[in-house]
């Protein structure tokens, strides 16, 4: 699955780039902003929310995804419910220091930390509705959403969100938590092999 999303997302990507003359430089001024730390707001760095590297060379395809997300961020298509304040993350070694993190969050917030090389690094639940803010007519409802810490990939951060409406991302360096909820369908502007992963008809 990983592979997959990753693969549509830069066809898309490339798709966008020989449509539009004008995106390749967008995406290269997204990529200088994101590298040069331009996206702080409220303390946060939306860049490692959507998507953290450990060398923090991000290139038009990171810009790419980060766009995809950030867009629907500012458009309320996309709730983000910080959670916090919390200790930064230790590595997927320390799985005992994460998982005591996320086990004692504040009411409603629960989670568990797995650490490994598997599809997610745990998951983050809450039992009581939400409210995302003024933006959103109605409260977010009891649920679970995968939890990716530290680094992670865009289209990563595009799968949880269009295939499992949502993702927990707790960035290194980071003392909040942040739930990625969608709350509206995606958009036509996805590629059909996108389309296809989340199930969404032509």
């Known amino acids: 699955m990983k592979t ?7 066809d898309q990507c490339l ?9 390749l430089n967008l995406l ?8 040069a730390g331009d996206y702080l707001s409220c303390g946060n760095d939306w860049a490692n929310v959507i998507v953290q ?6 290139d038009v395809f990171d810009a790419h995804c980060f766009l995809e997300v950030w867009s629907k961020i500012q458009l309320h298509e996309i709730a983000c419910i910080p959670i916090g304040p919390v200790p930064q993350p ?23 930390f797995v650490g490994g090389t598997g599809e997610d690094d745990g998951c983050i639940s ?10 959103f007519r109605v409260p977010i ?8 810490v530290g680094y992670t ?36 502007s996805l590629t059909p092999n996108l389309r296809k992963i989340f199930g969404i008809a032509e």
């Open 126 to 135: 809450w039992s009581e509705p939400l409210n995302a803010g003024p933006k």
């Open 153 to 188: 990939t865009g289209w990563t951060t595009i799968r949880h969100l269009f295939y499992e409406k949502g993702v927990a991302r707790w960035p290194y360096q980071s003392e909040r938590i942040y739930l990625l909820v969608r709350v509206i369908e995606p958009e036509i």
């Open 53 to 58: 590297k450990w060398n923090d060379e991000y």
């Open 141 to 148: 409802l009891p649920g679970v959403l995968p939890l990716e």
């Open 15 to 23: 798709n966008r780039i020989a449509s539009d003359a004008g995106y």
């Open 4 to 10: 997959y999303v990753e693969t549509a997302s830069k």
């Open 90 to 112: 230790k590595s997927d070694k320390d799985i005992e220091f994460n998982n005591g993190v996320v086990s004692s969050l504040a009411f409603p917030f629960t989670g568990e």
């Open 28 to 35: 290269r001024e997204c990529a200088r902003k994101m590298n």
